[in-house]
């Protein structure tokens, strides 16, 4: 399976790790070029607006949204991830992928020094609760009809996981943690793409 990781900025090193130990050799991608044949991408946890610019400066920014769109690959956003595959970011204006039908709120939490740590049930994850941790972390304020909402923080019930078909966003970050189900889950979506 070829799966990749955006390599402009954020947690690349550790994704791929998260891959590695489930027997996928994750690709760095940085140009147009290293998308050709992935059937999935990981877009990492980082700063949302950097990651932004550098997909514009790359070229980047259509080529993903185009093989998003003609569902010749799949994708999931952490973190920053998930603020940049989103339509709309509330109060914020910056370069975005504007492919999942989603409405972000950045840094929802707080700063950095207000970081935490939640066990998260998961819709289709089984094994209990994802020790999730949030790090200046975004959340969903609304989705479309065809959103499903696989996760919400306990206690208030914000939305902190989302799928929409091949599209995956959680604004945790799984892959600072030693539990891999979030990755295997994303290759159980990258194995549906037609290859």
Do not use: Y
């Not at 990781?5 to 998260?18: C, F, I, K, T």
């Not at 514009?56 to 010749?72: G, S």
């Not at 973190?79 to 709309?88: E, T």
């Not at 939305?159 to 990755?183: C, G, K, N, S």
């Amino acid at each position: 399976m070829n799966v990749g990781v955006l390599a402009l900025q954020g947690d690349v090193r550790e994704h791929a790790r998260a891959l590695g130990d489930l027997g996928v050799q994750a690709s760095e991608v940085r140009l147009p070029k290293d998308l050709e044949d992935l059937q999935g991408l990981i877009i990492p946890g980082g700063e949302s607006t950097t990651i932004g610019k550098l997909m514009v400066i790359f070229d980047m920014l259509e080529p993903i949204r185009q093989r998003i769109m003609a569902e010749e690959m799949a994708v999931w956003g952490t973190c920053a991830g998930m603020i940049l595959l989103s339509k709309n970011v509330v109060g914020h204006t910056q370069p975005l992928l504007r492919v999942m039908n989603s409405t972000i709120q950045r840094n929802a939490f707080g700063s950095q020094v207000a970081s935490f740590e939640a066990d998260v049930p998961i819709a289709g994850i089984e094994g209990g609760p994802f020790p999730a941790v949030f790090i200046r972390a975004p959340l969903v304020e609304a989705v479309g009809p065809e959103v499903e909402v696989l996760a919400r923080l306990p206690g208030d019930g914000s939305i902190v996981a989302i799928q929409e078909d091949l599209m995956l966003a959680t604004a945790f970050h799984p892959e600072i943690v030693d539990d891999r189900r979030l990755h295997r889950h994303f290759l159980t979506v990258c194995a549906r793409v037609d290859s």
